[in-house]
């Protein structure tokens, strides 16, 4: 799939999330941190109704679909995206493959890009074929013996890919599926991801894309 056609509907979305303005002090001072809750009621924070992440609800959902429908570059790129993943419809689904004896990031960003694809096309027509696929790939992903945390930058990636397949497919999947995808987040993601926390060193304590991502 290219990815500049996701660059470009992400943009999108994030617009959507963002308000359609951009936010800062306008003064050129640094802008104060975030004022977080007690850790205990973080969760009763969160919007009450789904996605979650880059598009906000289902309020950001119709403005996604508005952009879409009532802008021509807009539904230029959306075409092309729907015509990049009926053709990608054919591959097989992401296999576990470290090709150099270092790095599976081909094949987390590989997921990535295809769960992003395919989430964009099912917030905006809804239709179940998109599903169906972002299920396979995400259940071949989940029977990888780990997502390779010798090289972090891998289980990241993985782990934001199943973030977004959780979120905005979230209505489509029963319970059972739900708990699949939590389950690898948490087992092949988090955990490996709190043993780095643990040791205080590497990417935990870097200010490099490590980090962020």
Same mark, same amino acid.
């Given at each position: 799939?290219?990815?500049?056609?996701?660059?470009?509907?992400?943009?999108?979305?994030?617009?959507?999330?963002?308000?359609?303005?951009?936010?800062?002090?306008?003064?050129?001072?640094?802008?104060?941190?975030?004022?977080?809750?007690?850790?205990?009621?973080?969760?009763?924070?969160?919007?009450?109704?789904?996605?979650?992440?880059?598009?906000?609800?289902?309020?950001?959902?119709?403005?996604?679909?508005?952009?879409?429908?009532?802008?021509? %570059?807009? $539904?230029?790129?959306?075409?092309? &995206?729907?015509?990049?993943? @009926?053709?990608? *419809?054919? !591959?097989?689904? /992401? =296999?576990?493959?470290?090709?150099?004896?270092?790095?599976?990031?081909?094949?987390?960003?590989?997921?990535?890009?295809? %769960?992003? $694809?395919?989430?964009?096309?099912? &917030?905006?027509?809804?239709? @179940?074929?998109? *599903?169906? !696929?972002?299920? /396979? =790939?995400?259940?071949?992903?989940?029977?990888?013996?780990?997502?390779?945390?010798?090289?972090?930058?891998?289980?990241?990636?993985? $782990?934001?890919?199943?973030?977004?397949?959780?979120?905005?497919?979230?209505?489509?999947?029963?319970?059972?599926?739900?708990?699949?995808?939590?389950?690898?987040?948490?087992?092949?993601?988090?955990?490996?991801?709190?043993?780095?926390?643990?040791?205080?060193?590497?990417?935990?304590?870097?200010?490099?894309?490590?980090?962020?991502?």
């Amino acid at each position: 799939m290219r990815c500049d056609l996701f660059r470009c509907l992400g943009g999108v979305a994030v617009l959507v999330a963002a308000g359609g303005q951009a936010s800062g002090a306008s003064d050129g001072a640094a802008p104060a941190g975030p004022s977080l809750p007690p850790p205990e009621r973080i969760l009763e924070t969160l919007r009450k109704d789904r996605p979650f992440l880059l598009v906000p609800g289902a309020a950001g959902v119709a403005q996604l679909r508005g952009k879409i429908g009532g802008d021509p %570059l807009c $539904a230029e790129w959306f075409a092309a &995206l729907r015509a990049d993943v @009926a053709e990608a *419809a054919s !591959r097989p689904p /992401v =296999e576990y493959r470290i090709p150099d004896g270092k790095r599976l990031l081909s094949v987390s960003r590989e997921l990535k890009s295809r %769960l992003e $694809a395919l989430g964009l096309l099912y &917030l905006v027509d809804g239709e @179940a074929r998109h *599903a169906e !696929r972002a299920w /396979v =790939e995400l259940d071949a992903a989940a029977k990888f013996k780990d997502w390779n945390p010798s090289h972090f930058l891998d289980t990241a990636e993985m $782990a934001y890919g199943f973030a977004i397949g959780y979120d905005w497919f979230h209505g489509a999947w029963d319970d059972g599926q739900r708990q699949r995808l939590r389950a690898a987040i948490v087992e092949l993601g988090l955990k490996p991801g709190l043993k780095v926390y643990d040791k205080g060193g590497g990417w935990a304590a870097g200010w490099n894309n490590w980090n962020q991502v």
